[in-house]
């Protein structure tokens, strides 16, 4: 396992491990639901007496010197890597290893330190211990966590490399566009509207989510989890009292979508749109046109560049009915169900939880009604799958100066090109296709 460098990080991760005195619960913690005299903030920020060099961006994107944070961080992700780290106090989703690493999970409470008597944290999950988490690793992904074992990731966001990585079907008409990500560009650490701390505005000008001036939430993502508040998690009083019944699943994907009008196309999908503003594109021939010679490789001599061309995309926010062939529909076999492929629970949920729980009960209650997404192909944080043979072949001309797919010369498992990646997939090579067209 990684070792993390000894810093006041680790002093930083330890102290907020035992901040929460009062209603001390392990569901979001730290983030969010602040009351009027929260002590949560000074777990994280030093008005006065912050020496971290780390900046901020406002809402106009406006760079800002410092954000008062109190560690020696040189950089967000390491600050949050304090808590979500490998072996690292504070939080049981350690994303650097892709691993819900701490516990105990189910309604287990626990007495943990020594201040003011005792605080009680309540770690009341619906999560399994060492197991792997739903985004997965940015470094890597368990192979047996109990014995360990971890595997690289083959493929994930890269976050604070120090370069701008590209921003895939990024703007109209370009996948060019390119950004160096933190943590901060897909989560606010002070709460939103959404699951998961989605931001509820991307660094795209997106609008995913918020709050009225009344402060009811308007969300964008919601989740069919135990206690989950359909209706978007509220502010200060009302958003403790939400987190109280909230049991978070981290490791089982429990998914699940607004229903139709106004809501229609808020969801993951629609989400992650709010930066791969390309794939959302629909048109008759069901293509997006992007130009990718920046990623893409050079053309031979003579042959023409792919450059910018029509690229068909894999229908996504549509459900599995589409593809059922005993209703006459665009497949011939049966759609195979399987947990490595989560779906997205169709919408008008109800606040009597029926639903959910019927969803949450497993993939043999998985309905052809249900939706797939973005995350029932990809992961949200990193992948350890491995890409071989037609898997990671790359593009090059032939004689008549024709594209065609080639295969390796030698074993890379990295995935296809342009970036000869595994594209934060779910199973090795495209055993997410497989697992629903059966061939």
Known sequence: MLMKRLSLIL??????????????????AIHGGYLEDTDACAGCH????????????????????SALL??????????????????APGASTNVLMGVYDAGPSGSTTATIGDIAGGVLIAYDTNSSYGATLNGGGFSAMPVDADAGTFKAASSSHNMDAG???????????SSESTVDMTCTHCHDPHGSSNYRLLK??????????????????TPFVISAEEGYPLGGWSKHEAGQAEMVDY???????????LPGAPDAGKNLSGWCAGCHEVYNTVSAGSSSTYNYDLMGPDAPAGATALGSNDYHRHATNWTLVNGDGT?????????????VLPLELRGALSDDDTARADFRAGSANWEYTDYMGCLTCHRAHGTSVEMTGWAEAYMDTNANGDWVPVLQSQPTTNGVDP???SAILRADNRGVCERCHNK
């Open 327 to 339: 209703l006459g529909a665009a497949l011939n076999t049966q759609i195979v169900l399987t947990d």
């Open 247 to 257: 049991r978070p699943n981290y490791t089982t994907a429990e998914y699940a979508q």
């Open 163 to 173: 370069v701008n990585a590209p921003v895939w079907g990024y703007g109209a008409a």
């Open 419 to 421: 970036a000869f990646s």
């Open 46 to 65: 030093r008005a006065h007496t912050s020496f971290a060099d780390v900046g901020w961006t406002d809402s106009a994107g406006n760079d800002h010197a």
């Open 200 to 217: 509820d505005s991307l660094f795209t000008g997106a609008v995913t989510g918020g709050y009225t001036v009344a402060d009811v939430p």
């Open 11 to 28: 002093v930083l991760a330890a102290a907020l491990t035992f901040a929460f005195s009062g209603v001390a619960y392990a569901n979001m």
């Open 70 to 87: 109190i560690s020696d961080a040189v950089n967000t992700s390491e600050f949050c890597y304090a808590c979500h780290g490998d072996d």
